[in-house]
């Protein structure tokens, strides 16, 4: 499985320097974009991909009930439920998680990896000021100068499908199944490109179910993020947040050996800033 690399020069962020210290609140997305719990799932995710986002918080009335994400889109497609027939009062939402604005980074991960969810709300039920994601930590990482190496986070076994013998619907399987972000896609041992939850978001916006159902050769796919072995963990999230990807291939030097995504990095974000602060 190979790669014939391009150049390129990773650029962290000028004039931004985080801490895991920080406040929650001054690295948190705002403003929190909600959506009516009677709404469709298939609005909901259109109305995602106008936005950009992988998230969105659920109203019944003025209360937040629970936090839906594409992750609940995939589970849904794979079962063969059509996102129009549903609305979100009628599918498993994460639960809602708040945490104090003056939370630090550090422990807002913490109690994101342990309550198992994808994303924090920052303040109270009734006033909610903003939101911590996962690909928030990707934002975060790639500011801090963390020079450790991906070797111990790197997954050896992510996702990979090949183009000439499965469909959309396969590599969705394949990142349920696996609990990925993404999957790499390879024309025999021939890398071509990822597909990630963003690519699915926007292949169901597009095209709709008969989308999913596509062959991978009938369908664009980017080259995707992708680095060497011989990265740090800040060099790593930069080239992802550079490239607004959530998933990135990694060689070593030309052979794929490797994924790490946005789970990976929240996962194991406390090993990954011992001793930095």
Do not use: W
Request: aromatic residues 6%; contains cysteine.
């Amino acid at each position: 499985m190979k790669i014939a690399f391009k150049s390129f020069l990773i650029h962290l962020k000028i004039g931004v320097r985080l801490s895991t210290n920080q406040s929650i609140y001054e690295i948190a997305s705002k403003p929190l974009i909600s959506i009516d719990i009677n709404e469709y799932v298939s609005n909901a995710v259109k109305f995602m991909y106008e936005r950009g986002i992988r998230r969105l918080a659920v109203k019944e009335g003025n209360q937040i009930v629970g936090i839906f994400n594409i992750s609940s889109l995939l589970k849904i497609l794979i079962e063969g439920s059509s996102p129009s027939n549903l609305t979100l009062s009628m599918i498993e939402l994460e639960r809602p998680i708040y945490v104090n604005k003056t939370t630090s980074v550090k422990d807002a991960v913490k109690i994101m990896n342990g309550k198992d969810v994808t994303s924090l709300l920052v303040g109270e039920p009734d006033k909610v000021l903003g939101i911590l994601t996962t690909h928030d930590i990707i934002s975060i990482l790639s500011s801090i100068n963390i020079k450790r190496g991906i070797h111990d986070i790197l997954d050896k076994e992510y996702p990979n499908v090949d183009i000439k013998k499965r469909k959309v619907i396969d590599v969705m399987s394949e990142m349920v199944n696996k609990n990925k972000s993404g999957a790499f896609i390879f024309d025999d041992n021939n890398y071509i490109g990822t597909i990630t939850i963003r690519d699915i978001i926007k292949i169901y916006s597009d095209y709709g179910l008969d989308g999913l159902n596509s062959n991978l050769n009938d369908i664009p796919i980017d080259e995707g993020a992708y680095g060497s072995i011989g990265l740090s963990i800040s060099e790593v999230a930069s080239i992802m947040y550079n490239k607004g990807s959530d998933v990135i291939a990694i060689f070593c030097p030309y052979d794929l050996c490797g994924g790490v995504d946005d789970l990976i990095l929240t996962k194991n974000f406390e090993k990954i800033i011992e001793n930095i602060d």
